[in-house]
C-alpha cells in the first residue's frame, strides 16, 4: 500500500485506482469482514467533527478519496504523490471485473429491490463470468437483533468474497464497522455507486468530474441533498487551509 497520509485527522492511501484495487484484492483471503471507505468532503467533515465517525474510518483497512475536492486537498495541501480520486462507482466496477476474471464472489447490500434487481442485471450484462451470489434490501425501519442476525447468516451462508454497501453515509460505515468479525466478507461503502451504474443517478462528464464541477451537474437531479454538501465547502477549505499552515509551522 502507498504511504498513509493524514487529511483533518482522518487516514487516506496515496494510491491510483489499479493501484486501490490491487490492495484490496490482497485483503480477500483474510475473510475477517475488514472494511474500505470511499470519503468524499461531507464524510471527510463528519469524520472531522465526530469522534466515533473518525475512529470508524480511522479504523479500517483503508481509505480512498472518492470526492475530487479531497483529492485536490490530499495533492497540493499534504502535498502527498496522489496519481487521482479513486471515485467509489469506477472502483466498483474495476473491482467487478477483477471478480469476473478471478471467481471471486459478490454480493450486494443496501438500497431498494428495485435498484438491487436493475444492478444485478446491468453487472451481469457488463461482465458475463460475473458471480453475483445474492442480494439483501434491508428494511427502513431500525432493524431488531433478530432481523440482523438473520441477513447476517444469509450472507455468511452465500460465501462471497465480496460485499458491496450502499446505505448512504456514515451510516454505510457505521454499518460496516460494527459487522466487521460478524461478516467474513471484504466489505466496501459504496454509497450511490449503484443509482450510478444503473443511471437512476446520471454521473456528471468526465470533464466536469475532473474540473471539481460535478456538483453542478447534480444539482437540478439531487438539489436539496446537492444544496447541502456544497454549504460545507467553506468550512472544509478554511480547516485544510488552517491544517496546512499549522503543518508548516510545526516544519
Not at 20 to 30: F, T, Y
Not at 115 to 125: A, D, E, F, G, N
Amino acid at each position: 500500500m502507498g504511504p498513509t497520509v493524514y487529511l483533518l485527522g482522518i487516514k487516506f492511501y496515496a494510491v491510483n485506482l489499479r493501484e486501490a484495487v490491487n490492495e484490496v484484492l490482497s485483503h480477500i483471503p483474510n475473510r475477517n469482514g475488514e472494511y474500505f471507505c470511499f470519503p468524499d468532503v461531507h464524510l471527510l467533515m463528519q469524520g472531522f467533527r465526530c469522534p466515533q465517525i473518525r475512529e470508524i474510518l480511522n479504523n479500517s483497512a483503508g481509505n480512498f478519496p472518492d470526492g475530487i475536492g479531497v483529492a485536490w486537498a490530499l495533492k497540493y495541501a499534504k502535498k502527498a504523490r496522489f496519481k487521482g480520486r479513486v471515485r467509489g462507482t469506477d472502483f466498483f466496477l474495476e473491482l467487478c471485473c477483477n471478480a469476473a476474471k478471478e471467481n471471486l464472489s459478490i454480493f450486494f447490500f443496501g438500497n431498494t429491490k428495485e435498484t438491487l434487481s436493475k444492478l444485478i442485471s446491468r453487472v451481469k450484462s457488463l461482465y458475463d463470468r460475473i458471480n453475483i451470489v445474492g442480494a439483501i434490501s434491508p428494511p427502513f425501519h431500525p432493524i431488531s437483533e433478530g432481523e440482523d442476525d438473520f441477513m447476517i447468516r444469509q450472507i455468511n451462508a452465500a460465501n462471497p468474497d465480496i460485499l458491496f454497501v450502499s446505505l448512504g453515509a456514515p451510516k454505510q460505515e457505521e454499518w460496516m464497522a460494527t459487522h466487521k468479525g460478524k461478516i467474513k466478507a471484504l466489505q466496501f461503502g459504496v454509497g450511490a455507486a449503484f443509482d450510478f451504474i444503473i443511471n437512476n443517478v446520471k454521473p456528471a462528464p468526465k470533464c466536469m468530474q475532473e474540473a471539481g464541477l460535478e456538483w453542478l451537474f447534480r444539482l437540478p437531479q439531487e438539489p436539496i441533498k446537492t444544496i447541502k454538501r456544497i454549504s460545507l465547502f467553506p468550512e472544509f477549505l478554511i480547516r485544510v487551509l488552517i491544517e496546512n499552515i499549522n503543518g508548516q509551522r510545526k516544519r
